[in-house]
């Protein structure tokens, strides 16, 4: 192997040895709650992480996913949490106190959204300023003293916008605050934050990392000194005494699923920009929103900060109303309407133009709704006929 192996190398090999106890090649499934005390256990940290002690603590298969995900990001350590919630939520827990103040995205995932509006406000007084983070001078206009996280999802959810990692980390290092990057969409295949300058990258594990659509989890990896120690903060106060530990099986489960990453990375890629081309050159379509297209207005940044593709995510809407939208998803006879992404089969969701973070997205997400696609990994022709007829049945039923 060289010295500094290439990410499919990574994703094979990373957190994986063979088993002491029994010669297996693969890591074994060790579903414990505890693991043997040292002979004078008198002087352990019950809130300590480093001795193997009790699985809220950290467990075998979670260590050797985080080893992994720490590879896959080029990050100095990773925490591997419940569900990519816990690991957001871990991060704010973590880096704020009462009084400090958020920068943040104005278009995220939705539970990230209600963290900041609703109950980090509410409860521990802390205020976030929402911005529209492809423009790195608004995140600096709505930076304050008390400023302590700048917060971005990119590509977001469910626009798709864009954000300039590298740009944005300048403005949160300049003002002294750390940056975190919800990498869900992107995952280390296409996009490495910390090596263009974030503290932390969140992951909801539960998505592409995984792949399978099987199972919960999310990660926190961080890198440099300020990162690091934060991702050990997240260890300690949100894991060990908050208690949003990874159960050991989804975390064997994820490291199993994240073998195949790159590889399905090329092809969720290849099939959304077919799925999105086939969409867009079609009168029956009101909007495409997909980074890979020339009409998305970061496409310049994304083809220059992306690696190898734009993407399975996209977000389109047929033209008509809200129940043209429903009978469009009703007739495909493939793409299952369900929520998440990142899944092995096409999934779409329909969410209404009166949505509560409409007022964020762009004029024509507010006029039709929008249908969050999340290609799979179908072949693309199959999924394109499947929209094709899907079509065909609204247009017919407007007539
Ligand atoms: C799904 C998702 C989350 C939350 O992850 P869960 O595993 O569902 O808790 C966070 N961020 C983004 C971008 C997501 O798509």
Not at 124 to 138: E, K, Q
Not at 144 to 157: D, F
Not at 232 to 261: C, K, Q
Request: aromatic share 6%.
């Amino acid at each position: 192997m060289s010295d500094t192996p290439h990410l499919a190398t990574l994703a094979v090999h990373a957190g994986n040895a063979v088993d002491a106890g029994t010669g297996a090649i693969r890591r074994p499934l060790v579903m414990a709650n505890s693991y043997a005390l040292p002979e004078d256990p008198s002087e352990l940290s019950w809130s300590g992480t480093g001795t193997p002690l009790y699985t809220r603590n950290g467990g075998a298969n979670q260590g050797w996913l985080e080893e992994k995900l720490a590879a896959l990001d080029g990050g100095t350590t990773a925490v591997a949490l419940a569900s990519g919630m816990a690991a957001q939520h871990a991060v704010f827990f973590a880096a704020l106190r009462s009084g400090h103040h958020v920068v943040s995205s104005d278009t995220t995932y939705v539970g990230t959204y209600r963290l900041l509006t609703e109950l980090l406000p509410a409860k521990y007084g802390i205020t976030a300023t929402l911005v529209d983070s492809s423009d790195p001078a608004a995140v600096a206009a709505a930076i304050r003293p008390e400023t302590r996280l700048v917060h971005v999802e990119t590509p977001a959810n469910p626009t798709t916008r864009i954000t300039d990692v590298a740009a944005v980390a300048e403005v949160a290092h300049a003002a002294g605050a750390l940056l975190s990057v919800d990498a869900t969409f992107a995952t280390p295949v296409l996009q490495r934050p910390l090596a263009l300058g974030a503290d932390v990258v969140v992951h909801s594990l539960t998505k592409y990392v995984n792949g399978h659509g099987d199972a919960m989890g999310g990660a926190v990896i961080g890198g440099g000194e300020a990162g690091t120690a934060l991702v050990e903060d997240v260890r300690r106060e949100a894991m060990v005494n908050v208690g949003g530990v990874i159960s050991p099986f989804n975390a064997w489960l994820i490291m199993r699923g994240s073998v195949t990453l790159p590889m399905r990375m090329r092809a969720h890629c290849a099939g959304a920009m077919a799925v999105a081309r086939f969409l867009a050159q079609d009168p029956r379509v009101a909007y495409v929103a997909y980074p890979g297209l020339p009409s998305h207005p970061q496409h310049a940044l994304a083809a220059r900060t992306l690696d190898g593709g734009f993407g399975g995510m996209l977000a389109f809407a047929v033209r008509g109303d809200g129940a043209a939208q429903n009978r469009f998803v009703a007739a495909l006879r493939l793409i299952t309407s369900a929520v998440s992404l990142g899944h092995d089969e096409s999934l779409i969701v329909h969410v209404s133009g009166d949505d509560e973070r409409a007022r964020h997205y762009p004029e024509e997400f507010r006029r039709y709704g929008h249908l969050r696609l999340s290609v799979g990994l179908e072949d693309p022709r199959d999924l394109t006929a499947d929209l094709d007829q899907a079509l065909a049945t609204v247009a017919r039923a407007a007539t």
